[in-house]
């Protein structure tokens, strides 16, 4: 290795495991994992432990897999029991059940919601995931009946991993493009 690539003043992240992904290498801590999904770009603070970085990135995918799938068993697998949403909309309970009663909530207005990853972040106990999602509103929202509107619009996710499970959320998503994109706000 060259100086520069060690120098202490470049970036504490690698992209070794983007190509790793990229090429459908797999690990022992991704063995079976072939059904998550797949972050597009994949940026790890290579400062981490390998099992760590491992822990971490799967609990993340087990999540996002989740929300592109509705299998509850994504995220129980990925939440931690104690799990604490840092960005509570109104009216929904917190912790897992109030993850899984959003989730059913959404794909009963979206029922082909998907979710891709397009890049995650990993750094320290920290996992950011932005998500795109896609489908189609043939359901109902606030009495309102879909036509069947294209729905695409994106999210970010920060995660705090702790025991290979995240423990907390903030979420932020990009809700005024799916009410313009449904017909509900002009």
Known sequence: MNAAAESPTRPLFRWSAVLLLALGATTPAFAGTETLVQPQVLVADHSLPRQTLDEEILAARRYDTFWNTGDEAMARAALAPTFFD????????????????????????????????????????????????????????????GQGQPIDFIATDIYRVANGRIAEDWHLEDNLTFLQQAGLVK
């Not at 109030?98 to 106990?125: C, H, N, W, Y």
Request: proline share 5%; net charge positive; glycine share 12%.
């Open 86 to 145: 840092n960005t509570l909309p109104h009216g929904r309970p917190q912790g897992v059940e109030g993850v899984l009663k959003a989730s059913k909530a959404f794909r009963a207005v979206v029922p082909d919601l998907r979710s891709e990853v397009t890049q995650m972040i990993v750094a320290g106990d920290r996992v950011v995931t932005h998500l795109h999602f896609t489908g189609h509103f043939t359901g109902t929202f606030n009495g309102i009946k």
